[in-house]
T-cell receptor, first 111, second 113 residues
């Protein structure tokens, strides 16, 4: 039972490069989320998608874009990576008013 | 002021101890309360989920919510080394705001044999 799958697990980028983090869930959930986790800061919401076809900004959206490709997949794109975006990125999914289920994260370093 | 406050610890206890983890919050609209456990290099894993005030017990774990004091707790009885992890509290308003969660910063717990 895969749950929420994130790819890649690790990535190193140079400043200014772009990349897309992929997330897929097999639980038929309507809502999907992207968080970043930094030491001492906890989990902060970047973007979320309440349902297929909709996306909304969270707490820290600057420098990121998202695409809800279909009900299963929700991608996060960094157009021009900056060292401040070095973090661990988590994708999650849920049904309305139900707890979120998380993937195991993508560890991203930007030099 | 963050909406959810949680002491980051670290907390270190001997095996068999009772552990108490706590969070406070400022937004009285929160109705759904969760505790997640996060092992090193893993994603958060749901541990307990409660709606509104009261207690919920699941094996060695008990979650308490006191909405009048805006205070939630997680108790771990007979703690084991396998309980060593970071514990995150989270809460949600629910309703039209869907499933957006507000997290505490996490408390790092070590249970030593």
């Amino acid at each position: 039972n895969a749950g929420v799958t994130q790819t890649p697990k690790f990535q190193v980028l140079k400043t200014g490069q772009s990349m897309t983090l992929q997330c897929a869930q097999d639980m038929n959930h309507n809502s999907m989320y992207w968080y970043r986790q930094d030491p001492g800061m906890g989990l902060r919401l970047i973007y979320y998608s309440a349902s297929e076809g909709t996306t909304d900004k969270g707490e820290v959206p600057n420098g990121y874009n998202v695409s809800r490709l279909n009900k299963r997949e929700f991608s996060l794109r960094l157009e021009s990576a900056a060292p401040s975006q070095t973090s661990v990125y988590f994708c999650a999914s849920s049904e309305r008013n139900q707890p979120q289920h998380f993937g195991d994260g993508t560890r991203l370093s930007i030099l | 002021q963050k909406e959810v406050e949680q002491d980051p610890g670290p907390l270190s206890v001997p095996e068999g101890a009772i552990v108490s983890l706590n969070c406070t919050y400022s937004n009285s609209a929160f109705q759904y309360f969760m505790w997640y456990r996060q092992y090193s290099r893993k994603g958060p894993e749901l541990l307990m989920y409660t709606y509104s005030s009261g207690n919920k017990e699941d094996g060695r774990f008990t979650a308490q919510v006191d909405k009048s004091s805006k205070y939630i707790s997680l108790f771990i009885r007979d703690s084991q080394p396998s309980d060593s992890a970071t514990y995150l509290c989270a809460m949600s308003r629910g309703g039209s705001t869907l499933g957006r969660l507000y997290f505490g910063r996490g408390t790092q717990l070590t249970v030593w044999p």
